[in-house]
C-alpha cells in the first residue's frame, strides 16, 4: 500500500465518521421531538397496513 492510498483511507473514514454522526444526531433530535409532541395514530391506516400482511 502507499502513501496515497493510506491517506486516502483516513479521509474516507473521515467522511463516514462525519455521516454517521450527522445521522445520528438527527434521529436523536427526531426522537426526542416525537417524545415530546407525539403524532396521533390513524387507526384505520394501521389496521390496513396490517391486514395486508
Known amino acids: 500500500?502507499?502513501?496515497g492510498y493510506a491517506q486516502g483511507e483516513v479521509v474516507a473514514a473521515l467522511?463516514?465518521?462525519?455521516?454517521l454522526l450527522?445521522?445520528?444526531f438527527y434521529l436523536l433530535v427526531e426522537?426526542?421531538?416525537r417524545f415530546?409532541?407525539?403524532?396521533?395514530?390513524?387507526g384505520w391506516t394501521v389496521?390496513?397496513?396490517v391486514g395486508t400482511r
Not at 467522511?15 to 455521516?19: E, F, K, V
Open 1 to 3: 500500500m502507499t502513501f
Open 15 to 19: 467522511i463516514n465518521l462525519t455521516t
Open 22 to 24: 450527522i445521522v445520528g
Open 31 to 33: 426522537a426526542i421531538n
Open 36 to 42: 415530546a409532541r407525539p403524532q396521533p395514530i390513524e
Open 47 to 49: 389496521i390496513a397496513v
